[in-house]
């Protein structure tokens, strides 16, 4: 399959809190993503393989705020908005990123 025209499709969920529930759920909303002809960008899925929450946090969160601005839209996946999300929803408004709302609900409704 080829995506060359996928729409990019930045993946905006929880990290911090239950970090093993909120990676599983990351990786199911990407996945969703993908199932939907789109190319996911999760960063919290990969930038915690060598960047620490602890001390380089908002080195991060501007990695992340950089690689939204190349997206085409910005997902907010889940119920609850985390302070880190909420910085990335408003940097996609200040920019003009359209903001999408996905809930866990729509996780198992079949198309």
Known sequence: MNNRDSPIVYICSRYRGNIAHNMAMARR?????????????????????????????????????RLLERCDELWVCGDEISEGMAREIAHADETGIPVRHITEEDLYVRD
């Open 29 to 65: 909303y990407s996945r969703y993503a993908a199932d939907r002809g789109c190319v996911p960008l999760t960063p919290h899925l990969w930038l915690p393989q060598f960047l620490s929450e602890e001390t380089e946090r908002e080195l991060a969160i501007s990695m992340d705020l």
